[in-house]
């Protein structure tokens, strides 16, 4: 089946953009009610985005053209999406219940699945309960998780989501619940200094969670972090017991010194940023329980079988990722934003930034061939109602448009008075803002009433007016719970993996990071005295190395 029609999309197009949204609901009293879609205590409302009557139709024509159910049941069934790489994406395998066998490569890795998760449910267990001691046979209280992009995003995420407020903690006596868990990804010797001021040596255990065992920054702080604890312990105290390892490098992880029963799988069907799921969601099972965990777990379950089984016209991250491919290639937008409204979900948009951007920022197609059009849309975002009092100005008066994606848990985790009716009356306020905007015509009304004289009232109506006509798109979920979170991360997933059906590339490979890893070798190798920069180094980078080699304050040489 060939793609709809370009002419069919650009006419679409154009009849849209004579036409403004505040329009498109007088012309139609059911918009609402036809442009937004209930599943499970969900709510998701597309009739403030740029799209008329005839919209959905075309665009699932589209999907159904690019072949998304195909994609979708491949994806499933564990066919080799990842065709870079040559190997499937799994991470829905993570989460399904059952024991139906999934092959990859023959081999069935549903009791792989099963036997890692019962090693973390144990091991869970155990720190919880102050069962596992460090070297000196004190309990470990506290878990710091090393690691970076997918290896250290998604479990802060959670673990930030989730998590019960602090309180205060007898330092002795037995551990009934949770231990302290941080996260340190920076090679910013900053981080692990700050994580660490606080902490014990002999009740610390770390995670070095990475897929590949490489990743500098990981391997840089997971060094430091030994040298922390042999400072403290004493040089010849084995701190190995410290450590328990996440990855798909055994062998890497072992030479590091973490006993083999401390080595968590992390297997190459599953990306880092779709990795949470896997033990890389260690910090989450034990800061939070497994069975806190699990649920999370059941939560993306239910996305993953709404995805599969529900037809494209009421599928939610279908529907979500047919208007998001609409605004970045049809209606052009270059950005969208997130604004959740929930501080416990601050981190969403950074964990966002890595699914969306690292998986469809891509130039090339499949098949190497380079697209004609554009792919994924800058994404950025901020808490509401904090990004109300920095961003949203641009927002509502700026000369460019992005598309905002509202995200409102409604029942409060924490009640406090009636702060929850603030925070969710005023996400609804701000998308009706961005639709109805605000008129000259109101603005002058109301100034003159207020006394304004003629002389100054051109530019004050001016600088007030409000547009409007300004999309966005509404998620109404019901709380936020471990299970609505995980339908929460899993609708995302899987509304990234439409847009890059649609766009025609592979979102399961990260190329493009690898440069600036390979360029900073010799960069490390001048700055530590080690070797001259090679030949051919641009003037500038030249230029700044010996800048900084000149400044008395660089240390590590
Ligand atoms: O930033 C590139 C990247 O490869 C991500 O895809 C990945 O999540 C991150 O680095 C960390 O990789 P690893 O888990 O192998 O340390």
Request: proline content about 6%; glycine content about 10%.
């Amino acid at each position: 089946m060939t793609a709809t029609a370009p002419h069919l999309l650009a006419a679409h197009r154009q009849l849209l953009a004579g036409t403004t949204l505040a329009e498109l609901f007088a012309r139609d009293p059911d918009r609402f009610a036809r442009l937004s879609f209930a599943w499970d205590g969900w709510l998701v409302d597309l009739s403030k985005e740029r799209v008329g009557a005839d919209t959905l139709p075309l665009l699932v024509a589209q999907a159904m053209a690019a072949g998304l159910p195909g994609w979708i049941a491949a994806l499933f069934a564990g066919e080799k999406v990842n065709q870079s790489e040559r190997r499937p994406a799994l991470h829905t395998a993570l989460r399904r219940p059952g024991d139906a066998p999934l092959l990859v490569d023959g081999h069935d890795i549903i009791p792989d699945i099963r036997a890692a998760l019962s090693r973390m449910r144990t091991l869970a267990a155990q720190v919880r309960a102050g069962l596992r001691v460090g070297a000196t046979g004190r309990p470990i209280r506290a878990v710091v998780n090393l690691g970076i992009g997918g290896s250290d995003l998604g479990p802060l995420l959670v673990c930030s989501a989730l998590a019960p407020p602090p309180r205060a903690r007898a330092s002795t006596g037995p551990q009934t619940q949770g231990v302290d868990v941080s996260f340190v990804a920076n090679v910013d010797p900053e981080h692990l200094t700050r994580a660490l001021a606080p902490l014990d040596p002999a009740t610390t255990l770390f995670i070095v969670t990475s897929k590949t065992f490489t990743t500098q920054e990981t391997l840089a702080n997971a060094a430091s972090a030994k040298a922390w604890l042999v400072a403290a312990l004493g040089k010849g105290v084995d701190v190995n017991s410290h450590f328990v390892a996440v990855t798909g490098n055994s062998a890497a992880a072992r030479a590091f010194g973490t006993a083999s029963a401390d080595v968590f799988p992390l297997w190459d069907w599953v990306g880092g940023r779709y990795s949470l799921w896997s033990p890389a969601g260690l910090p989450i099972a034990l800061k939070l329980g497994f069975e806190r965990f699990e649920k999370l777990l059941a939560g993306a379950a239910s996305v993953d079988t709404h995805f599969r089984e529900e037809p494209l016209e009421r599928n939610l991250p279908v529907l979500l990722g047919l208007v998001g491919w609409w605004n970045a290639t049809q209606l052009g937008h270059a950005e969208r934003v997130v604004v959740p409204y929930a501080q416990a979900l601050f981190r969403l948009p950074a964990y966002l930034q890595q699914l969306v951007l690292e998986s469809n920022g891509k130039r090339v197609g499949r098949d190497g061939g380079a697209l004609t059009g554009p792919t994924s849309a800058a994404l950025w975002g901020e808490a509401g109602t904090n990004g109300q009092h920095a961003f949203f100005q641009w927002l509502h008066q700026g000369t460019r448009e992005a598309p905002v994606e509202f995200i409102v848990p409604i029942t409060a985790t924490h009640p406090l008075a009636n702060q929850q009716t603030l925070l969710i009356a005023n996400a609804l306020a701000q998308a009706q803002a961005l639709l109805v905007g605000r008129s000259p015509e109101a603005i002058r009304t109301e100034l003159l009433a207020r006394g304004m004289t003629a002389a100054d009232l051109d530019a004050a109506v001016a600088a007030r007016t409000c547009p409007g006509n300004r999309a966005s798109t509404m998620l109404l979920m019901p709380e936020l719970s471990s299970y609505r979170l995980g339908q929460l991360l899993a609708l995302y997933e899987h509304r990234t993996f439409v847009e890059a059906v649609l766009y025609g590339i592979n979102p399961f490979d990260q190329f493009g990071v690898e440069l600036g890893k390979t360029l900073a070798g010799p960069i490390v190798a001048a700055l530590a005295g080690a070797a001259v920069l090679p030949p051919g180094t641009d003037a500038s980078t030249r230029g700044l190395v010996a800048h900084v080699l000149a400044q008395p304050g660089l240390t590590g040489r």
